[in-house]
T-cell receptor
């Protein structure tokens, strides 16, 4: 079975540009999580969805960040405008239900904002 | 909120050495505890978990025991291999979310 799929795997952009990261969760999973990983701050939860509805976005750093889940098989994380401090690895993870404890992570998108 | 503290790395060991990576947690209740592993260039994978006090999680030769009295969940392996080189994350479940430690880099030399 396919795992969590993220695209692109690498993104290099210039400050001020819009960046869109994409995630396809595992089929049948109805909870999806976006994380950011940096050396300074470690792994941070940005937002999570259950049944396509955002449940907790308290980790989203600021208004420049937005996330959507238009259907059960697709989610996006958008940064507009991007800044150098947004450079990080962004992971998507999915799980079945909110009480399911095993989250399955995608390979991540490595973002570099110049 | 709840938090997880891991020993700082990197931890560098020779092949077949004994491994311990310390993890302690702060939580209001008795959360489920996890170890995740991240191999270079990949996402995190669940390594093992324990859901209540005195439970022992184990997988691939790794073990960790949920110690309520010391609020700890230390990861151990009797004999590490070069292929175990990775970043190890201790985590707890707070509500519907996972709270991760900072991660510990393990390097195993042949």
């Amino acid at each position: 079975d396919a795992g969590v799929i993220q695209s692109p795997r690498h993104e290099v952009t210039e400050m001020g540009q819009e960046v869109t990261l994409r995630c396809k969760p595992i089929s049948g999973h109805n909870s999806l999580f976006w994380y950011r990983q940096t050396m300074m701050r470690g792994l941070e939860l940005l937002i999570y969805f259950n049944n396509n509805v955002p449940i907790d976005d308290s980790g989203m750093p600021e208004d420049r960040f937005s996330a959507k889940m238009p259907n059960a098989s697709f989610s996006t994380l958008k940064i507009q405008p991007s800044e150098p401090r947004d450079s990080a690895v962004y992971f998507c993870a999915s799980t079945k239900g909110l009480t399911q404890e095993t989250q399955y992570f995608g390979p991540g998108t490595r973002l570099l904002v110049l | 909120g709840d938090s997880v503290t891991q020993m700082e790395g990197p931890v560098t060991l020779s092949e077949e050495a004994f491994l311990t990576i310390n993890c302690t947690y702060t939580a209001t209740g008795y959360p489920s505890l996890f170890w995740y592993v991240q191999y270079p260039g990949e996402g995190l994978q669940l390594l093992l978990k324990a859901t209540k006090a005195d439970d022992k999680g184990s997988n691939k030769g790794f073990e960790a025991t949920y110690r309520k009295e010391t609020t700890s969940f230390h990861l151990e392996k009797g004999s590490v291999q070069v292929s175990d080189s990775a970043v190890y994350f201790c985590a707890l479940r707070e509500g519907n979310k996972l709270v991760f430690g900072a991660g510990t880099i393990l390097r195993v030399k042949s």
